[in-house]
């Protein structure tokens, strides 16, 4: 019989920030935590994309009282998430050292570009920012062009998000034993470098001897790249290991006895072209009949529109709709006994909880009523359609 989610009970207070910090926390609630997202005012109502299973209260931490209502809420947290440059919480009189005088079980998680030292810490940055100071992006993109970022995906949501979400768990798990909360510094330089650890690791194994765009797993190699197919789809080839490339040969109608050796590099060039002549002569369904089921390891490369409707992914459930945003990731991984459930609801407006999460923070209604007359918190209420 399955059990509650892995993070029910902890209470997690989410400064409204950027993406990163609030993919990290849609992470947390969907596996059970009850996350509080502390929006500004002022602040469009309607809901962030990232704030499945939250809730959403405005405080202004501009105004003097604005900084006590976050101290009290952060006592009785489990875990902070912050997203600002460093030394923003500091001047609120919210940093680390005195929430965690206050609170000493609170895990302060900082999730930030360069982190919270270094004469980077308190520049700017986005995505490639972090992937460049990384070393990563010098590695990513095709021969002879420039380095191309993907999207924002690595620097965000991987090195940033996901490794500050594993911060968290490790330090909630060391909290079992010590009983004591600590920070986390997540920085998304450092995170995107360690993701990469695999390409440290195998500099001196002749893996990336070549210029950018030209070795085996960067789109160098014919068995490892994408090839357009005659509808103007794509194909996505993997076919590294001899018995699983000579399957690939096969399906093309290829012999491998007429090809140069898999492992000619110099040969590569002319071999992706003779590939990509053969995949241009079928349509992306074809293909697909061709190789499925096979260890060829040729997949179709599928759109956002394709993914849900793709007959493995059916199979197990990977992706989840719900009435207002459409098709989404269903999360990950599957836990055997504790799932995550992702709440089905519509995401929050910002302000729509403040006043019952400051009840169940202890606030008195009548503290509640100061607090709006004095423009310390905003409750924005969705209207009721007529």
């Not at 931490?61 to 009290?72: D, F, S, T, W, Y």
């Not at 070393?135 to 090195?159: C, K, T, W, Y």
């Amino acid at each position: 019989m399955r059990g509650a989610r892995p993070l029910q009970g902890v209470r997690v207070v989410e400064l409204a920030g950027l993406a990163p910090a609030p993919f990290c926390g849609m992470v947390l609630a969907d596996f059970g935590a009850q996350v509080v997202r502390v929006d500004r005012p002022g602040s469009p109502g309607d809901p962030s994309p990232l704030a499945r299973g939250k809730r959403s209260l405005v405080v202004n931490l501009k105004l003097p009282q604005g900084p006590a209502v976050m101290r009290r809420l952060c006592a009785l947290a489990d875990v902070v998430l912050e997203p600002f440059r460093p030394g923003v919480m500091e001047k609120l009189q919210l940093g680390p050292e005195t929430l965690l005088r206050e609170n000493p079980k609170l895990i302060y998680a900082r999730l930030s570009g360069f982190g919270q030292s270094g004469r980077f810490f308190q520049v700017a940055g986005h995505d490639i920012n972090y992937l460049a100071l990384s070393g990563v992006l010098s590695r990513i993109g095709r021969s002879g062009e420039n380095p191309q970022p993907p999207m924002n995906l690595l620097a965000d949501f991987g090195g940033g998000s996901l490794m500050c979400a594993l911060g968290i768990m490790m330090a909630l798990f060391e909290r079992t034993r010590s009983g004591k909360g600590q920070i986390i510094d997540a920085s998304m330089v450092e995170g995107t470098a360690y993701l990469s650890s695999f390409l440290w690791k195998t500099q001196l194994t002749g893996l990336w001897d070549q210029p950018r765009g030209q070795n085996m797993l960067d789109g160098g190699a014919p068995f490892y790249t994408t090839y357009k197919t005659a509808d103007g789809g794509f194909m996505a080839v993997g076919a590294i290991e001899q018995k699983f490339y000579e399957l690939l040969v096969k399906g093309l109608g290829l012999k491998s006895d007429e090809l140069p050796h898999q492992m000619s590099i110099r040969d590569w060039p002319e071999m992706k072209k003779k590939f990509a002549d053969v995949f241009a002569k079928k349509t992306k369904a074809e293909w697909c009949q061709i190789f499925d089921g096979t260890d060829a390891c040729v997949t179709p490369v599928l759109t956002l529109e394709e993914v849900a409707h793709h007959g493995h992914n059916k199979d197990r459930g990977s992706f989840i709709t719900d009435g207002e945003q459409g098709v989404s990731p269903r999360p990950a991984p599957l836990l055997s006994n504790t799932p995550a459930v992702p709440s089905s609801e519509r995401n929050p407006f910002v302000g729509e909880h403040t006043e019952e999460i400051l009840k169940e923070f202890g606030f008195s209604q009548e503290e509640i009523i100061q607090l709006k007359s004095d423009e310390i918190i905003e409750s924005n209420k969705p209207r009721s359609k007529i």
